[in-house]
C-alpha cells in the first residue's frame, strides 16, 4: 500500500530529531520535551485540529521553522473536538504529544515529522476547524433551544477554503454520484441501494461527536444537525489521512467509499480516485478541479463544487475582537495573507496551491454558512491569476508591475486582474 508523498520519507524521528542536541531533556520513552525543543526558536505556537489540513500545516511548518518561528501541532486531534477543548481550558488537545516538521533536503515536496512531548495541561495559541462551531455537535447535540454559539471571548476568522471529495478504488467503475446519493449512502447506509454501495463496513465516515470534516460533509450533502449518522464498521477514529489509506487497501471496491480533503486527495491521487459530484439543481457533476490531472481548484474557486467550505481558525479574542494571543494573531494573519502581518519569508500561497486549497483571493464566491448556498464575492486583492500560475504553472494573465502598469484592470499580485 502506497502512501501520501509527504511522508514518503518516514515519519517520526526520536533523538536524531532533537533541536537542542544532546543535553536535551527526554520525556518517558526517549522523546524530548517540547520546552527543550522550542529552546532555541524566537517564537513558538502550539495548534491542533482538523486532520484534514495536515497537508498545508506540515509544509506551513517546515517554511516557519526556517525562519525561527516553531509551530507545534497536536495531531491526535480533530475540527470540533479541538475547539471544544480550547473553549474550556486549561485542556491540552487529546494528548501531550505534538509535531514539528522539516523539508527533507533536496526534496520539498517532501517532509518529515518529529515528536515532542508538551504539558498536560497545554492550551493551544489557536484551533482550526472545518465547519463553524454551531455546526459541532459539541454546540448542537447536547443542549437544548438549539446550536450554542462560541462564548463571546472566542472567536472564529476566516482561512482558504477546502473541499471534500468522495473517493474510491482506482478500478470502480462509475465516475460520479448526486448530492443526493450521497446524502442517501451516509444517513441510510446500505439499505439505500446506491449504485454498488451494498456493505456497511465498507462505507467510512468518521466519528460525528468530534469531526468537523463529517459536520462539513453533512451540511456540503444539505443536511442539517445530526442526519448523516450511519458508521460502517472501522470507521471510527479514522483521519483525513488513514481514511486514503482505508480506500487504498480495500480489498471488495466494488462496495468501498469514503471521503477526504482535497489536501490529501491532491496527495494521493495515484492510489485513490475521486468521484464527480453533482449538485442540487446542477446539470452536470463535477470534481474540485477543472478534471482529474489539473490542481486549479477552478470549480472550487467558481461555486460549481459545492462540498467545500472555509478553514475557519478559532482563538481568544480581547475587547476589540482582535486576537489576544501574539502567536494567534500572527498565524492568522499569515494564513489569511493579511497585510497588516510581519511579512513572511515565502509565499503562503504557494503552498496552499501545491497542497490542496484556495486562499480567499483566488475566491469567486463565498458562503455564510456550512450549506451549499453561495454569493458572489470580490477580494479587494484578487490572485486568481497568480493562484492559477502557481497551481498549474501557466496563466494567460498578463503581468504587471509598478513599472509596467495594467491597460486595464488593477494589478495585483503580479498580474493584471
Known amino acids: 500500500m502506497k502512501h501520501a508523498k509527504t511522508l514518503a520519507v518516514s515519519g517520526i524521528l526520536l533523538a536524531g530529531a532533537m533541536i537542542a542536541g544532546e543535553s536535551a531533556a527526554f520525556a518517558?520513552?526517549?522523546?524530548p520535551l517540547c520546552s527543550t525543543v522550542a529552546s532555541t526558536y524566537t517564537k513558538v505556537i502550539y495548534m491542533g485540529g482538523t486532520t484534514a489540513v495536515l497537508p498545508v500545516i506540515r509544509h506551513f511548518g517546515a517554511q516557519l521553522k526556517q525562519a525561527g518561528v516553531l509551530l507545534l501541532w497536536n495531531e491526535s486531534t480533530e475540527g470540533c473536538s479541538a475547539v471544544a477543548n480550547i473553549v474550556s481550558p486549561p485542556k491540552n488537545l487529546t494528548r501531550p504529544t505534538f509535531s514539528h516538521y522539516d523539508e527533507v533536503a533536496g526534496a520539498a515536496s517532501k517532509i518529515t515529522i518529529s515528536n515532542c512531548i508538551g504539558g498536560l495541561d497545554q492550551v493551544p495559541d489557536l484551533v482550526i476547524n472545518d465547519t463553524y462551531w454551531t455546526s459541532c455537535f459539541s454546540s448542537y447535540g447536547t443542549m437544548t433551544g438549539g446550536a450554542q454559539p462560541l462564548n463571546s471571548n472566542f472567536k472564529e476568522f476566516l482561512g482558504p477554503v477546502q473541499g471534500l471529495v468522495p473517493i474510491v478504488a482506482t478500478t470502480?467503475?462509475?465516475d460520479a454520484m448526486t448530492v443526493d446519493e450521497l446524502l442517501d449512502v451516509y444517513a441510510c447506509g446500505a439499505k439505500a441501494n446506491i449504485l454498488t454501495f451494498t456493505?456497511?463496513?465498507t462505507i467510512f465516515n468518521y466519528d460525528g461527536t468530534i469531526s468537523g470534516m463529517r459536520e462539513l460533509?453533512?451540511?456540503?450533502l444539505g443536511a442539517s444537525n445530526g442526519q448523516v449518522t450511519i458508521v460502517g464498521s472501522g470507521s471510527l477514529g479514522l483521519t483525513a489521512e488513514s481514511m486514503v489509506s482505508k480506500v487504498?487497501?480495500?480489498t471488495s471496491p466494488d462496495t468501498t467509499i469514503g471521503y477526504t480533503s482535497t489536501e490529501f486527495y491532491d496527495e494521493s491521487r495515484d492510489v485513490i480516485r475521486a468521484l464527480k459530484v453533482r449538485g442540487v439543481?446542477?446539470?452536470?457533476?463535477?470534481?474540485?478541479d477543472s478534471d482529474s490531472t489539473s490542481l486549479d481548484k477552478i470549480n472550487i474557486r467558481e461555486g460549481r463544487y459545492t462540498i467545500q467550505g472555509a478553514l475557519k481558525f478559532v482563538t481568544q479574542v480581547d475587547s476589540t475582537g482582535m486576537p489576544?494571543?501574539?502567536g494567534a494573531k500572527k498565524i492568522i494573519y499569515w494564513m489569511q495573507g493579511n497585510p497588516l502581518a510581519d511579512p513572511l519569508p515565502f509565499d503562503i500561497n504557494e503552498i496552499y496551491a501545491q497542497r490542496g486549497v484556495v486562499p480567499q483571493c483566488a475566491m469567486r464566491v463565498t458562503k455564510d454558512s456550512d450549506l451549499?448556498?453561495?454569493?458572489?464575492?470580490t477580494d479587494p486583492s484578487p490572485c486568481h491569476c497568480s493562484f492559477e500560475m502557481l497551481a498549474t504553472g501557466k496563466t494567460s494573465c498578463i503581468p504587471c508591475s509598478t513599472a509596467v502598469p495594467c491597460a486595464t484592470g488593477q494589478c495585483s499580485h503580479g498580474y493584471c486582474e
Not at 28 to 31: K, W
Open 28 to 31: 518517558q520513552g526517549g522523546i
Open 172 to 174: 470502480f467503475y462509475y
Open 199 to 201: 456493505d456497511n463496513s
Open 217 to 220: 460533509w453533512a451540511r456540503g
Open 248 to 250: 487504498d487497501s480495500t
Open 281 to 288: 439543481n446542477q446539470l452536470k457533476a463535477y470534481l474540485p
Open 324 to 326: 489576544s494571543n501574539d
Open 372 to 377: 451549499p448556498v453561495f454569493r458572489h464575492y
